[in-house]
Each structure stands twice: as C-alpha cells, then as structure tokens.
C-alpha cells in the first residue's frame, strides 16, 4: 500500500501560479502510475495529468495542456503538479492518486490509492 498527502494548495490570484505536492510513503511512489485530478462542487472528479513509474511517460488532460506540468521525484517520493495561469474556473479539490496500470489511466476507478486533497481557489 502507499499513502499519499497533497500540499500545496490556497489562494491565489487569476493569473497566478501554485505549486502542488503529493507525497508518498509506505511504497515507493515510482512503482505505480500517479495521477491529479480535481474536483468542483457539484462536479465530477476530472484527471489532469499522469506521469508513468519512470517518468518517460506523461499524459495531460485538454482543459490544461500547456498551463499545468507534472513532474516526480523518485528521491522525495514526491509528485508535483506546477500550474501556471491559473484561471477561476480552476477552483476545486486537488488530488493525487496512484495506480498499477501503465503507461496511463484517465478514470478515477482505475486509481487505487486516494490522498485527501487540497483546495485551490482562484479568485478573478
């Protein structure tokens, strides 16, 4: 099992920048696919991004291509999401999560494990 710990959220300005962090412990992080995703009131939970156990594989969701960037750090057991140009449609819980598929998984159902989230706010 691996338990995951989001940080990194707040309140930011639009046009703003935040820097995510999900941390790992029990299993290393780098033995599974890990994943954000947010989730607005009255939403479903949406995936952003994926990153593969190695890192050669990254995936990203239309909505933030190009604004969001994933990234790992087989070290820290630590995944970050770095978002640029945050918009106030950007507002939700973040998550992380982690998965045994491979080389990326864009459903909520095909991730295991669940940190608790952290909210960002974008205010206009």
């Known amino acids: 099992q691996v338990q995951l710990v989001e940080s990194g959220g707040g309140l930011v300005q639009a046009g703003g920048s935040l820097r995510l962090s999900c941390a790992a412990s029990?299993?290393?992080?780098?033995?599974?696919?890990m994943g954000w995703f947010r989730q607005a009131p009255g939403k479903d939970r949406e995936f952003l991004a994926a990153?593969?156990?190695?890192?050669?594989?990254?995936d990203y969701a239309n909505s933030i291509q190009g604004r969001f960037t994933i990234s790992g750090d087989n070290a820290k057991n630590t995944v970050y999401l770095q978002m640029n140009s945050l918009k106030p449609e950007d507002t939700a819980v973040y998550y992380c999560?982690?998965?045994?598929?491979?080389?990326?998984?864009?459903?909520?159902?095909?991730?295991?494990?669940w940190g608790q989230g952290t909210q960002v706010t974008v205010s206009s």
């Open positions: 029990g299993r290393s992080f780098s033995r599974y696919l």
């Open positions: 990153i593969s156990r190695t890192g050669a594989s990254v």
């Open positions: 999560a982690a998965s045994n598929l491979y080389p990326t998984a864009r459903a909520a159902k095909e991730y295991d494990y």
